[in-house]
């Protein structure tokens, strides 16, 4: 029998910016960290975080 398939997220819809904070996040890092690392504030972050879940989701 063959081996169930997984559809991957597809990343390509989100922006550079996005990309990065999904990177950073899936290093377990905190919004106020990633915000550090790409010069924006912990809510901008958040913002962020929030679009690519709406955009990975749907």
Avoid: W
């Avoid at 989100?14 to 809510?43: D, F, V, W, Y």
């Amino acid at each position: 029998m063959p081996e169930k398939m997984t559809a991957l997220p597809r990343t390509d819809q989100l922006t550079p910016t996005e990309k990065n904070a999904l990177n950073q996040s899936a290093l377990k890092k905190t919004n106020k960290e990633i915000g550090r690392g790409l010069a924006m504030s912990h809510c901008t972050v958040k913002f962020h975080i929030a679009t690519i879940k709406r955009k990975l989701v749907y």
